[in-house]
Structures are given as structure tokens and as C-alpha cells.
């Protein structure tokens, strides 16, 4: 015995060879650099599965001795800072190709692996894309196993890996009990019943939505955190600051994000979160005096800026650990906490008031799939009631066309947020808010730009189903002109609430959630569909987990800067209601709208109403571009679509997302039974993951940035001729307009909260790349995935010509804003973070 244990103790330190009648196989082991942790050390050891020898007595492919890491070199793997060990395996002959690893953190500190690489004897590589924290053996009691980059269908899987392939799905699924830890890779379902705090009192009590007829919503991940003894329902949540709940580790942040991700939070967070930033702000003025005013103090820093950024420092020193506050520190004196000037104010500070951009910026700015053609004259909304917009109204506004003429050459269109509002808007205006619920009608030009020729605003009256409307037409000068201008911005106010709310927190973050959840529970990782789906998942459970902690929770963020507060997810839920997801394809979508028609003989399908409409055209192109790729994927593993029906795995991960990940919207999905319905459902997702999100994300700061141009809320309503208001607003319309939107702390914490969605981060992977070179070993997919690649950098180009093309006019308007929120940029290797305006993403990561 005691021979056995020198024998061991030489192995460890590297002495002798546990095999020396074997040959040497070696292996990179490569870690993200992780600031406060420690990076591996000797006690993590790997053991390679083989993918062709049974072990008879397991029933799994024979597993070699344990391989112990060493060495531990800096490294770079693009954006990512990484230290890379190297392995020595001894394998005996006959051991055959490696399929999957297990990996045993024997030290202290979880770890995060980016990839392994065994370099075989006979010159083959075999890689194992990783991407996730391995935490310590001591906690999860089981090496962490991670397949090799070849794809297998269920029923084609090598007899040596099956069991593996089961026992790792059956472990992901977990069991419903108790609360997870950090280090559990687990996923399972719950409603949202994370957003209330009765500790807090009444006042931050919220519905629990999911799993009703009468607050339908998406499912989240559970966390399994205790329930509040005040209400035995809400999940009970941890401080702000602790960024401390349950995600599976596959689903964390990578340190690099992490750490960026806090510093280009910090001024959102610190308005929030220090008490003595009120003070800071109030010492001034509670509201700005005027429109040079508000950009003095928010771009150009000055003393407010310098005051802020030294109480942030002082403040955050305490409440965040060391190493963290260290990085923090960093990223401040890279970036000052003063914020940079919008686009919509770069070229032209007065070019947001004009009727050409805010038309524009219904089909090319941040929320361009909301406006659809009006089929009826005068609008109609649910329950019959008819618009109080009459044809005396619009007549002389539509270029000689009589209002049938118009309607019949399908010229008239209809930004529409009223019927959802309604029913919610005398709650919403109780809060303290002034609101009105809107439709906008809108004549499409020879020029193809959007002239808006008639609001309307309504409330609700004294008697039930009664309304309350006024009809604004345009003007430009004296009172109507200036009457005209806040009719605008109550418009702009409904429809940033429904960006945010819907266009992008419902449609993007929350509807993908549960196909991530629904994928690691039914699609094996050596699925094919598993590794299409990968990328495209990235970071989202993560990003919405913090969202619901420090945005949407009661008394969040979001709800102190959006015009619907403590209603916005109930807001949310009743729109889900009408949600299907044979609607959130790009073509279909715009068919639903009336602004695209079928025809065969375009690449798309779809057939555009006209050119200068920059979302709907350049979507198409990448739509395009996202369903060739994914066809062809999906048509090398699939030879006929009873291998779609006979596959066991994409039948179960369907079913699950159809009757639990979005168990409360039963209607509006394919059936699975054609590679046909495959494609469009994994083109659907992609897109929805990729494109919409970056196409109603990554243009926020450009245009709502600037406050006055996308309002949050208002205080006041529009004054009535005669009364004591119209008065003040005759006498100063813009002041009277400031005095409106909220106060300087509010509005400072909405352009911080715009400006961190508006980023890139470091590690960033736009659409048509990877992380590594080496996900897959399927030559035919590369050379398809490239091709994909290709055909994206065409997409590129073609929207840069659109984008220089004077007779587009919608593709830059008054303001001077090229779109290029649809732009893949696949050049980007992620050295050009920040704000840019362009490109996209994977996935819902920010």
C-alpha cells in the first residue's frame, strides 16, 4: 500500500508516468482569466471517454487515468484574456477517438473553461468547445462532462456515448425541489413570481405572471428561492448589489463580460442604488429650464458629472468586493461618467421636431415593426368603437387624393397604441402620470417618406367604455405649431413604453428563455440542432435574470423611468395574449401588417409594399440570408422529413416548448413534421434572437438618449385653451414642455439605463461567426457556415449602397442617421465595442 501511495504521489508531482508502456497523447486545457478567483491548479484532473470502446461493466466508452493539468501560460483567444495548461494523456492501443471528457475540479475555486483540444498520435485533433464555469468537486459531488464538436442524431449516436448522452440530459432536467445552488446545472421551469417584495408593503406587490388565463406569460428559469412568508407566493430576491441568484453555469456571464458588464452599469446603478445622488441633483433645480440646458448638463459633465463620479467611487469601494471595484476603477477612468451626445442631436440639435424624422423613425428607428397600413376608415378599435379622426381632419393633408383614393392605393398608415391602453390607462394615470392612450395616421409620400397627418388622444371618461378625445392635425408655427409638437411627444412616450415593454423585453428576452430552457433539457449537446442553437443562446438566461432583479421588479428601474410603472409587466402580459410564433418571423410579420405580400419569385418569399421602408428590407435580406443557412444545415442530418418525425429528441424539445416553455399561448405553432416546419421554426427563433433584438436594442441611445425626443412620461397633460396651464405653455411652450417630462434624476437614470443597453461588450459574437473555428468537425457544415459568412458581408454591402443612395430618404432623414441597426458586421471580432449602431449579435445578450 504504502508503495501505491509513492507510486501516486510521483504522478501528481509529475515524476513518473503512470503508464510507460503507453504512448504520450497530449492536450491544451485553456481557462478564461478570472479576476478575485483562482485559476486552476494541480488537483483538477481530466479523463478522456472513449466515443468506440465499451466499458462493459458501465456500459459507457471506456474512460482513461485521470490526466493532471500543468504549467498555466497567458494567452489570448480574441477579446479574451486566457492562461493555457497543457494535458498529458496515456492511452492504450485500441483506445479509439475521445468523444467526451470529464473534467474533476479537485481545487477550491470554480474555474471558467473555454475549450480543450487533444492532440492524437496519428495527427487527429479533437475539440471540445466548453464555454462554462466548472465549479469544485467537493460541491457538485460529479465531474463535469463535455461532448467533442461531432454532431450525432439520437439514433445515430455511437453505442459507446449513448448512456452518457441520457444520463447528462436526465441530470440537466433536474428535479422540482429546493433551492439551486450556483454550482447545479439544472433547468426547470417557473411562472414569474420574482418581481413582487411584500416586505416592502403593498405598494410593491405585483402579479404573478404565467400559468393564468389571466396573466399569460413566457415561462422563466427557476431558482428555487424561498417564498415569502408575507404572501407564500413571491419568490423571495437578494440585494441589488450581490448580482447573487441561481443561473446554470453554461448560462453565466464569462468573467471578461462580467466585469464589463458592472462598469458600464455603474451610472444606472449608482442613481439608483446611493441615496446621495438625489441630494446631488436636487441641489439644482429639480427640472431643466431648457433644451441647451439639459445638453449642457448631460454631455458635458461639468461640475454635477465630477461631484457624481467622486461620491459613485466612494460609495462603490463599499459595497462591491475588492477586485471588482479594482476593475471598476479601471473602466472609470477609461470612460467618464459623463454621457456621450446622441446621434439625433450630432448633426442637428432641432432636427427631432421635424414631421419627416418623426415619421421616419417609425421605419427605421428603435420600435419600426409596430406601424402597420389602415384597412378602415376611420380607425376601429376592439369592441367596435370608432376612432374620433374624421375625413375633414386628413382631406387637404394627402397630396389631392381623396381619403378613398388614399386608402386605396394603400398610402394611409396607423401607428395604433390605443386599445391596449386603455383598459389600463386610468390606473396608469392614478400613479401620479399623465397620460393618454394614441393613434397616429400617417400618408406615405411620392417620396416614399411617412408625412404624420393626424393624433388623436384619448382618456378615459367618466362612464364605462366612455373616451375622452382630442384630434391634432400639423402645423409649424404660433400655437397650433407648438400644441402640434407635444401631440408628438405623447405619441413618442406611448410608443417608447411599448418598445421596451413589448417590442423588446416581451418579443426578445422573455419569448427566447424558455427554447434555451426547452434545448438543454430535451437536445442533447451533441444534437446537431443543439449546436446551431448554441451561439444564439448566449448570455440571455443571464441578462434576464438581472433584469428582473434591478429593471422589472417592483420598484426597479424600469418602473421609476417607464410611463406605465407598477403596471408595465401586467402591461406586458395582456399583450402576450394576442403573441403567436408563426407571427414573429420577419416575413410574416410584415404580411400581418400590410406591408408585404407573398410572391414565390423572391428570395424571401415576401414581396416589400415599397424600397425605402430600411427595417423591412434589410430584415429581409438577413432573413434570407439566416433561412439558406440553417436549410442547409438542417438538410445534411435530415435526408427526409420522417427523420424529423422519427427524431426523439426534437419531438420532446418541441412539445415542451409548445404545451410549458409557452405553455399559456396554445395557437400559432407548426407542427413538427418536415424538415419544412424545422427550418422555419429554427428560422424564426435565430432571428428572433439575433436580428429583431439587435434591430430594437442597439439604436436606443442614438435616438432616446436624447429625452426630449423618445419621452418615458409625462407630469402634465396638454393644457385646454382657457385654463390657467395653456397660459404657461403660451408663454414658454418649451419650458412648459421640460416641465412635462420627469425630473432631472429620473431623466438622468433613463439616458444611463438607454446608454448600457446601447452597448457592445468585448467578448461579443455577431451573427455568422463562432467562437471557435473549430465548433463543429463537419467539414460540410464549415464550408456551408462560411458560405452563410459570404452571404452576410453581401448583405453588408448592400445596405452601406442603400445607405449612400440620395433617392432613399428614409435611410437617413433629417436627423443624419444611416441605419445600420441591421447591418450583421461581420468584420467585428469584437475589438470595436461600445456604442456603434451596428451589428448583430448571436443572441439576446444585453
Known amino acids: 500500500m504504502q508503495d501505491n501511495l509513492c507510486v501516486k504521489l510521483q504522478e501528481l508531482l509529475g515524476l513518473r508516468r503512470p503508464h510507460p508502456d503507453y504512448p504520450e497523447t497530449k492536450a491544451t486545457f485553456v481557462v478564461a482569466r478570472t479576476s478575485g478567483k483562482s485559476n486552476p491548479g494541480k488537483l483538477t484532473t481530466v479523463r478522456l471517454y472513449s466515443s468506440t470502446q465499451i466499458d462493459h461493466d458501465t456500459g459507457k466508452g471506456k ?280 446621434q439625433i442631436i450630432a448633426s442637428d440639435q432641432s432636427a427631432w421636431k421635424n414631421d419627416e424624422e418623426f415619421g421616419r423613425q417609425m421605419l427605421a428607428g428603435i420600435n419600426p415593426a409596430v406601424i402597420k397600413r389602415l384597412v378602415n376608415f376611420p380607425p376601429v378599435g376592439k369592441g367596435g368603437r370608432q376612432s374620433s379622426i374624421t375625413a375633414s381632419h386628413i382631406e387637404k393633408l394627402l397630396d389631392r387624393l381623396s381619403v378613398d383614393d388614399a386608402m386605396n392605393q394603400w398610402r394611409i398608415f396607423i401607428l395604433d397604441h390605443h386599445d391596449y391602453l386603455m383598459p389600463y390607462l386610468r390606473r396608469i394615470n392614478a400613479e401620479g402620470v399623465c397620460m393618454y392612450a394614441s393613434r397616429t395616421l400617417l400618408f406615405l409620400k411620392q417620396d416614399a417618406t411617412l408625412k404624420p397627418i393626424a393624433i388623436e388622444l384619448s382618456l378615459p371618461g367618466n362612464k364605462e367604455g366612455e373616451e375622452i378625445s382630442r384630434v391634432f392635425t400639423p402645423a409649424t408655427e404660433g400655437t397650433e405649431g407648438a400644441l402640434w409638437q407635444l401631440a408628438k411627444a405623447h405619441v413618442a412616450a406611448n410608443d417608447s413604453g411599448h418598445h421596451q415593454l413589448i417590442s423588446h423585453w416581451l418579443h426578445t428576452h422573455a419569448a427566447v428563455e424558455p427554447f434555451i430552457i426547452a434545448t438543454r433539457r430535451q437536445l442533447s449537446a451533441m444534437h446537431p440542432i443543439h449546436k446551431l442553437l448554441e451561439p444564439h443562446f448566449k448570455d440571455t438566461m443571464h441578462i434576464n435574470a438581472l433584469a428582473r432583479s434591478i429593471l422589472l421588479n417592483a420598484g426597479g428601474i424600469l418602473e421609476k423611468t417607464m410611463f406605465p410603472g407598477k403596471y408595465s409587466l401586467e402591461l406586458s402580459s395582456s399583450i402576450y395574449e394576442d403573441w403567436r410564433f408563426d407571427q414573429q418571423g420577419l416575413p410574416a410579420d410584415l404580411i400581418k401588417r400590410g406591408f408585404a405580400f407573398e410572391d414565390p419569385d423572391e428570395p424571401s418569399g415576401t414581396h416589400i409594399l415599397f424600397d425605402d421602408y430600411p427595417y423591412g428590407l434589410d430584415g429581409l435580406d438577413v432573413w434570407t440570408a439566416i433561412k439558406t443557412w440553417v436549410s442547409d444545415y438542417c438538410k445534411i442530418f435530415y435526408p427526409d422529413d420522417e427523420a424529423v418525425i422519427n427524431d426523439l429528441e426534437i419531438q420532446a424539445w418541441w412539445t415542451e416548448i409548445r404545451r410549458v416553455g409557452h405553455g399559456d399561448r396554445q395557437e400559432g405553432w407548426y407542427e413538427m413534421d418536415s424538415i419544412s416546419h424545422l427550418t422555419e421554426a429554427l428560422t424564426t427563433l435565430i432571428w428572433i434572437a439575433s436580428a429583431l433584438h439587435a434591430s430594437v436594442n442597439f439604436g436606443q441611445y442614438a435616438y432616446a438618449g436624447f429625452p426630449p425626443n423618445r419621452p418615458t412620461k409625462f407630469h402634465k397633460f396638454i393644457p385646454s385653451e382657457g385654463t390657467p396651464e395653456f397660459a404657461m405653455f403660451i408663454e414658454n411652450p418649451d419650458k412648459y414642455f421640460l416641465e412635462m417630462i420627469p425630473d432631472r434624476l429620473t431623466t438622468t437614470l433613463g439616458v444611463a439605463l438607454v446608454e448600457v443597453l446601447s452597448r457592445h461588450t468585448g467578448d461579443e459574437l455577431y451573427i455568422g461567426q463562432r467562437g471557435s473555428t473549430e465548433w463543429t468537425n463537419n467539414d460540410q457544415v464549415l464550408k456551408l457556415f462560411k458560405k452563410f459568412g459570404d452571404d452576410l458581408r453581401k448583405v453588408e454591402r448592400t445596405i452601406n449602397a442603400r445607405n449612400n443612395d440620395p433617392d432613399l430618404k428614409n435611410r437617413r432623414g433629417p436627423a443624419m442617421i444611416p441605419y445600420t441597426l441591421l447591418n450583421p458586421d461581420t468584420s467585428n471580432t469584437g475589438s470595436e465595442k461600445g456604442i456603434t449602431g451596428k451589428g448583430i449579435p448571436n443572441s439576446v445578450s444585453i
Open 63 to 342: 474512460i482513461c487515468e485521470e490526466a493532471n493539468i500543468k504549467g498555466g501560460k497567458n494567452t489570448k483567444h480574441g477579446a479574451i484574456n486566457t492562461v493555457t495548461y497543457r494535458l498529458s494523456f496515456y492511452l492504450e492501443d485500441g483506445f479509439g477517438t475521445p468523444g467526451a471528457i470529464a473534467v474533476k475540479n479537485g481545487d477550491k475555486q470554480e474555474f471558467f473553461l473555454k475549450f480543450v483540444k487533444i492532440e492524437m498520435r496519428n495527427g487527429e485533433h479533437v475539440h471540445f468547445d466548453c464555454n462554462s464555469w466548472v465549479y469544485p468537486y467537493k460541491k457538485t459531488n460529479t465531474d463535469r462532462i463535455f461532448f467533442s464538436n461531432t454532431s450525432y442524431l439520437p439514433k445515430q449516436t455511437p453505442e459507446a456515448l449513448r448512456e452518457l448522452r441520457k444520463e447528462e440530459l436526465v441530470s440537466l432536467r433536474g428535479t422540482d425541489r429546493g433551492e439551486r445552488k450556483p454550482w447545479e446545472r439544472v433547468y426547470e421551469y417557473d411562472h414569474y413570481n420574482d418581481l413582487s417584495n411584500p416586505d416592502k408593503g403593498q405598494q410593491h406587490s405585483r402579479p404573478v405572471l404565467g400559468g393564468s388565463h389571466t396573466y399569460p406569460y413566457p415561462r422563466r428559469g427557476r431558482t428555487g428561492r424561498p417564498l415569502s412568508d408575507k404572501d407564500r407566493v413571491t419568490e423571495t430576491r437578494n440585494k441589488i448589489i450581490d448580482l447573487d441568484f441561481y443561473v446554470p453555469p453554461d448560462e453565466r456571464f464569462s468573467p471578461n463580460k462580467l466585469s464589463e458588464f458592472i462598469r458600464n452599469s455603474i451610472q444606472a446603478v449608482v442613481h439608483f442604488v446611493i441615496p446621495e445622488v438625489k441630494s446631488l441633483f436636487e441641489a439644482d433645480h429639480n427640472k431643466f429650464e431648457s433644451f441647451d440646458q439639459m445638453v449642457k448638463d448631460l454631455y458635458s459633465g461639468g461640475r454635477r458629472g465630477r461631484a457624481l463620479e467622486g461620491l459613485v467611487m466612494e460609495k462603490l469601494k463599499g459595497l462591491l468586493p475588492e477586485e471588482l471595484f479594482k476593475e471598476v476603477v479601471r473602466g472609470t477612468k477609461e470612460n467618464s461618467l459623463k454621457f456621450p451626445l446622441p
